[in-house]
């Protein structure tokens, strides 16, 4: 029988979260899916209009009963306004990391909204949980997308456990109900995966994007400059290779996306490629050190009935 994970007042079935994946990687479909097996379904709010938003997590509301979260990253300008409009719509967790924002704190308390934040120390795990976090997301340097540590999940892991008495999910590096056993056994309350979600036919990724991820040996996988400040760990491609080092790639048009950018390429033009499954040249492919073990496309509840094992 598997345990179900409490957070603040959500109870989630099946201790695994979906991570948030950007842009529109993770949309409602995806979302719903999980949900509907019993996790935590993830709707990625970065990148996405106000509206746009909205109708995501509605169309996730209809698809579903289940527990459904919003991620939006810190980094990003309109944070406070995709934030707001996730709970004004009434999702059960906002998750998000890339940055710390005390008032996120605070808007999910009025709205009646638990907040998840996603950090790589027991530092800002203790931090978090003062602020007011239901739960912590401790994220490894295995994570496919934005990197707060260069340090492995396993070390950062029972540091955050003990800093902390709130469930702890951990997430980075997982694919299969073996590497969840393994982080189990390290004392984290649930996982969260993302790669091997972006992988199912109900990501709204590419069937070019999930074709790269089956044919990736873990070789293929770097971390990757992004002009957020932080590294991410993608696939490393023909674009990969055209940022790494000081050079600047010319930017089109600025979506003013970002709170602070280094211009050295524009990202929402680098990720809506990815997803889009338009140039590939041009396309920042986020994945996390364990693609090299996704061998097929699968539906989420496949996915699931495999990971179930794990518990
Ligand atoms: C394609 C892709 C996009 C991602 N986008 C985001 C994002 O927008 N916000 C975020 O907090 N994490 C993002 N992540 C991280 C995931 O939510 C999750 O924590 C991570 O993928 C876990 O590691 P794994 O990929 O090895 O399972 C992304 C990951 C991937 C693979």
Redesign the pocket.
């Known amino acids: 029988m598997v345990k179900e994970l409490n957070i603040g007042n959500i109870k989630i079935p099946i201790p695994i979260i979906q991570?948030?994946?950007?842009?529109r990687?993770?949309t409602a479909p995806l979302a719903a899916a999980v949900a509907n097996e019993g996790g935590l379904g993830?709707i990625?709010g970065?990148?996405m209009s106000l509206q746009e938003l909205r109708q995501e997590i509605r169309k996730a509301r209809e698809l579903s009963q289940g527990v459904i979260g919003v991620?939006?990253?810190f980094a990003v300008n309109k944070f406070a306004q995709l934030v707001k409009t996730a709970i004004a719509e009434k999702v059960d967790f906002i998750?998000?990391?890339?940055g710390i924002s005390r008032d996120m704190y605070r808007w999910g308390r009025e709205g009646g909204v638990s907040i998840l934040p996603?950090v790589s120390s027991g530092r800002l795990a203790r931090m978090a949980e003062k602020f007011g976090a239901a739960g912590i997301?401790v994220?490894g340097k295995?994570?496919?997308?934005?990197l707060g540590s260069d340090r492995p999940l396993k070390k950062i892991l029972p540091e955050v456990k003990s800093s902390v008495n709130i469930p702890v999910i951990a997430?980075?590096?997982?694919?299969d109900a073996q590497d969840i056993r393994e982080i189990l056994n390290l004392g984290a309350d649930g996982v969260?995966?993302?790669?091997?979600?972006?992988a199912s036919e109900e990501s709204n990724?590419s069937a070019e994007f999930k074709e790269l991820y089956v044919r990736a040996g873990s070789n293929e996988v770097d971390l990757l400059p992004s002009p957020v400040g932080l590294p991410g760990?993608?696939i490393v491609n023909a674009f990969s290779r055209s940022i790494m080092g000081n050079g600047k790639l010319e930017i089109q048009k600025c979506f003013e996306c970002l709170k602070q950018c280094s211009k050295k390429y524009c990202i929402m033009d680098a990720?809506n490629n990815?997803c889009s499954g338009g140039d590939y040249s041009k396309a920042l492919?986020?994945?996390?050190?364990?693609?090299g073990k996704i061998k097929e496309i699968l539906s989420v509840r496949e996915i699931f009935k495999e990971l179930k094992t794990a518990f």
């Open positions: 991570g948030g994946m950007a842009v990687i993770s993830v990625a970065t990148g991620n939006v990253l998750i998000s990391g890339a996603i997301i994220e295995e994570a496919g997308g934005h997430a980075g590096g997982m694919v969260q995966l993302g790669t091997r979600f972006a990724a760990r993608g990720l990815a492919i986020f994945s996390g050190a364990g693609v």
